[in-house]
Every structure is written in C-alpha cells, then in structure tokens.
C-alpha cells in the first residue's frame, strides 16, 4: 500500500514529545512538510525539527498554547506563510491534571477542558476553515484530514481522573459531529484512541517493574505501546488509503478495550 503524501502539509500540536513527536516524525518519513507545535520546550521541538531535517524531510517549530485562540490563528498563519498550503492536521496536544473528583478543583477541571478539548476545537476550527477555502485539490482526493488524538478513556470510565476522560468523552462526540458537518465539503475527521502508550504523561504507570506489571494486566497484547504504534495508523488515516473513512475511532490499545478483567487469564 503506498500512502502517497509526499509535498502534503501538517500541523501537529503538541508535538515536541511523546505522541506528537512520533506522529509528525512518521509523516515526515513519508514526505510531508510538518509544523513541529509546542508550548514550552522549545529546546525539544528543535530537536524534533533536526531529526526531520537530518533524514531529509521539513518542518518548521511554532511555539502556540492550543488553549489560546490568538496564538491557534499564529500557528495556522505560520504554516501558511512558510509551506502555503494545509492538507493535515493532528490535534494531539494534552494533558493530565489528576484529582480526586471532590478535591479537583475548578483550576483542574478547566486547565484539562481547556487544552484537551476546546484546544482541540480551536485547532479542528482553523484547519476546517482552512480546508474549505482550499477545496478539493491534486494532492488528496480530500480537502483536508483532521486525526483528533483521543484516547480508551473516551469510552472507559477513569476514577481520579475525571477531568481527563470527560475531554476525551467530549472528543469523541466533537470529532463525529464534525466529521458529519464537513464530509460534504470533502473534509474527513477520525480519531485515534491511544490505549498505554509508553510517554512523559503515563511516567508512573511503567517507570518501575511492578508498575508496568500491573498496568500490562490491562492490555492482552501483553506489551506497552510505542509513539510508532501510533504514528504508523495516524499517517494510514491521513491518505487516500483510508478515503472512505470518516467520522471513525480507532482504538491501538494492544486490546485494552477488550474487557481483559473478564479473559480466562485475567
Ligand atoms: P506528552 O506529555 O509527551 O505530550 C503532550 C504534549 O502536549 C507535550 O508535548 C506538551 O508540551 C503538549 N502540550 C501541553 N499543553 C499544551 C498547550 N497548552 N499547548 C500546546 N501544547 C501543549 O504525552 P503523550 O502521551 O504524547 O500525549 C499526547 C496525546 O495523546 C494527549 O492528547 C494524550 O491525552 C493522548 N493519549 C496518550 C496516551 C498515553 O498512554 N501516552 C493514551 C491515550 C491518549
């Protein structure tokens, strides 16, 4: 199967590490140009650009808080102004602020609502707008492709972390109802769900041996998940590969949506 993205244009957010990272380092293996954005660390989106550069692909870094509706309209203008085109976005950018549901305070609930799912909408937003304006054109036979990065928590219940899975909860329903308002207009949107992907933001859950034991209780596929698992699905979705997709989540969760507490084995 040949993904043929070649000279097609992303915007990854968050994508100075973990996830993101190995999502933008994925396309640009298969020849797009990618907007490396970042909120803080512009030390590691610099490192993410010369990995990119140095096996002989573009990118460019864009320091943009998703939270934040001027700096989104910085991060999309930048793109245009360096590559002149869109063709991908991949809203990725998130984070965990856990609590337990009766001492979360209204500052938590806010900071996770606030990148996790109106960063999302701020970004799926610009890009659509962008997409439309473009129209269908000879890079793609879509107009544009937006991957919201979800997670299992999108349908699993998460104590302590309520915040969290009611971003993710709110994606899933955000991602089909875009995706069913733009199909016409040739714009596809999916999700990816991520299961227990080896990252900064899940340190706790595999930094010990005991750790990464119990959490591997979890997933029947019996391994920790990889960036790559990630990105390899993500640059799937973005081609024309997957034309016919939309308004879908894909869950790469080595299985943990399979109810493993109830396996002969659990
Ligand atoms: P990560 O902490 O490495 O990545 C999150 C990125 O978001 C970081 O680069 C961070 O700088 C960036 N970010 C945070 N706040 C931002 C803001 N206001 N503006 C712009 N960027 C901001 O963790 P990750 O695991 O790579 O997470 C990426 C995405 O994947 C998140 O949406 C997360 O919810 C999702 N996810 C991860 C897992 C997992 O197991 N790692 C599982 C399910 C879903």
Not at 32 to 47: F, L, M, P, R
Request: hydrophobic share 40%; charged share 25%.
């Amino acid at each position: 199967m040949k993904l043929k993205l070649k000279n097609q244009v992303a915007v990854v957010t968050g994508s100075s590490t973990g996830i993101g990272a190995a999502c933008a380092i994925g396309l640009a293996q298969e020849g797009v140009k990618v907007v490396i954005n970042y909120h803080s660390s512009k030390e590691e989106a610099e490192d993410v650009v010369k990995k990119i550069k140095g096996a002989g692909g573009s990118a460019i870094a864009v320091k943009a808080d998703v939270s934040d509706e001027k700096d989104i309209k910085k991060l999309f203008k930048a793109c245009l102004k360096e590559y002149g085109h869109l063709d991908i976005l991949v809203a990725n950018a998130g984070i965990q602020s856990d609590s337990s549901f009766t001492t979360m305070t209204l500052k938590e609930w806010n900071k996770v609502i606030g990148i996790n799912l109106t960063g999302q909408f701020l970004a799926c937003r610009e890009a659509a707008k962008i997409f439309r304006k473009q129209g269908v054109h000879d890079r793609s036979r879509a107009a544009g492709k937006i991957i919201c990065m979800s997670s299992v928590h999108d349908e699993i219940p998460w104590a302590g972390h309520v915040n969290y899975a009611t971003a993710k909860g709110g994606i899933k329903m955000m991602m089909e109802s875009m995706a069913q308002e733009l199909a016409p207009d040739k714009i596809r949107v999916n999700a990816i769900s991520p299961g227990a992907i080896k990252t900064d933001i899940n340190e706790d859950a595999w930094d010990t041996p005991e750790a990464l034991e119990k959490l591997l209780t979890l997933v029947p596929y019996g391994r920790i998940g990889q960036g790559e698992d990630i990105a390899n699905v993500c640059a799937f979705l973005c081609s024309d590969a997957a034309d016919y997709v939309t308004g879908a989540t894909l869950y790469v969760d080595g299985g943990m949506m399979l109810y493993p507490g109830f396996s002969d084995n659990g």
